[in-house]
Each structure stands twice: as structure tokens, then as C-alpha cells.
């Protein structure tokens, strides 16, 4: 695994835990520092590729976005969400220590603000969050932008740092996220797009992502307007899937 991912021209990285907060009742944040004086400069969407202990003696290749980067103390952010203790990234989260450290691979991902939109819009669940705030954030003061957010409940509901950031909650009712997410591909098809050439962020799981993407499409985007990545689906671990050309 360590050899692939170097193969791929990935940066390998040494993080050292720094302190951690529950942000809400499902989602975690890791403070971590990113050791070593290698150039680290992530833009906002961007992932890590993290190598977790997986409960058997080895190591699990996990994604997880840079939620935030504070460069002058070279740390960074990354929010988990909880969906239960038996998987590698949950476990590290709720288990890691201050000094604890863990190999890395990036920043990477084509997951990015595009330039040369009037709007964007950002659809997604919970762990889509950091991503999505993360590009609200990054964007310059004015610009047309909105979210929906699918999540579990009211508890799970945050705001990110962009003063009057436009952000449409979808609530499960505490029901687990699942794949071909009727409540977000409705709410989409029913969401008024802007005049005027946008750029739709379409992130999750991968069904509801192609379906989304469809749908799209049939409204009049071209598909160098959707910019499509899935980071779960059932039965696969780790990874992501790029949809783009879908």
C-alpha cells in the first residue's frame, strides 16, 4: 500500500495528534501537526490519504478532508463523523492521544472551488461537511453560494466561518445515512438553479451522486458544470470515487 500510494506521486507525511473536541454528538475534531518543513499547502476540499490500524495488525487507507490549515503552527483540522466504533477511522478519532502519530499521503483530490461560475451550489450529507464549509469559506465575500446538507438530526447541524452562509438542513429524523438518498435527490430536483452558468458540487455516497449527476444534466448543465465525488458507498472501503465523466 505504502508503495502504491508513493508510486502515485503522493507526499508522504508524518502527523502528530495534537488535542481533539466532539463538535457534535456524531462528528469529532482532530487537531493534528504536520511534522517535517516538506511545502504543505491544501486548498480547501483537498483530503489526506491517512493509514489507520485497523483492529488486525494492520493498516487501513482511510480518506479524510482538511477541514481547516493554519500554516504559521504547520496544523491542521480534520472532523470525523461517529457512525460507530468499529471502523479504523472511528476508532482512532475517539481513541488517539496527544503524541500519537500517524503516516499520511497528500494533500490531494480534484475536489476544489472552480473559477468562472455566477453561483455555486453544494449538495451533500455529513460527510461532505468539512469539504463543503471548507469552499463556502474559501470563496470571496459576495458570492452567490449554497448549501443542502443532509445529516441525522438538529444536533448534527454546524455553521461554517463565512458570515451569512446559505445552508438548507435535511434531517433523517436520527435514521443512518443510506445509499440512493431519496430526501437529497428530491430536494435537489426541486431546488430553482440561478440564471447565469453555475457550478454544482455534488459529494457523498456514490448512488445518490450518479442519480444527482442525471438529473443535472437533464435540467440543461453541461457536465463541466458538475463536478462529482463519491466518498462512500456500501461495501467498499476506502477510497473515493470520481464521477466527473459519468
Known amino acids: 500500500m505504502l508503495e502504491m500510494l508513493r508510486r502515485r506521486g503522493l507526499v508522504e507525511r508524518r502527523l502528530v495528534m495534537v488535542s481533539s473536541e466532539d463538535l457534535t454528538p456524531r462528528m469529532r475534531r482532530l487537531t493534528l ?44 483540522d480534520i472532523d470525523f463523523v461517529i457512525h460507530s466504533r468499529n471502523t479504523p477511522g472511528a476508532r482512532w478519532a475517539l481513541e488517539a492521544k496527544a503524541g500519537d502519530e500517524v503516516i499520511a499521503f497528500g494533500p490531494r483530490g480534484r475536489n476544489v472551488i472552480q473559477p468562472g461560475a455566477d453561483w455555486r451550489l453544494f449538495v451533500g450529507d455529513e460527510t461532505c461537511v468539512p469539504a463543503i464549509f471548507g469552499m463556502l469559506e474559501e470563496l470571496p465575500d459576495g458570492a452567490a453560494a449554497h448549501a443542502i446538507i443532509e445529516v441525522a438530526d438538529a444536533e448534527e447541524r454546524l455553521q461554517p466561518g463565512r458570515p451569512g452562509a446559505s445552508i438548507e438542513w435535511v434531517l433523517r429524523g436520527g435514521a443512518a445515512a443510506e445509499p440512493s438518498s431519496a430526501r437529497l435527490i428530491e430536494k435537489l430536483a426541486a431546488h430553482p438553479l440561478p440564471p447565469g452558468r453555475g457550478h454544482v458540487y455534488v459529494l457523498g455516497e456514490t448512488s445518490t451522486i450518479r442519480r444527482q449527476r442525471h438529473d443535472l444534466l437533464a435540467r440543461g448543465l453541461d457536465k463541466d458544470q458538475i463536478f462529482g465525488e463519491g466518498y462512500w458507498r456500501p461495501g467498499r472501503v476506502g477510497g473515493h470515487d470520481h464521477l466527473a465523466e459519468h
Open 33 to 76: 501537526s504536520v511534522a517535517g518543513a516538506e511545502p504543505f499547502e491544501p486548498r480547501a476540499g483537498q483530503d489526506l490519504v491517512m493509514l489507520l490500524p485497523d483492529g488486525a495488525g494492520g493498516l487501513g487507507r482511510r480518506h479524510y478532508t482538511i477541514r481547516s490549515y493554519r500554516p504559521e503552527q504547520r496544523q491542521i
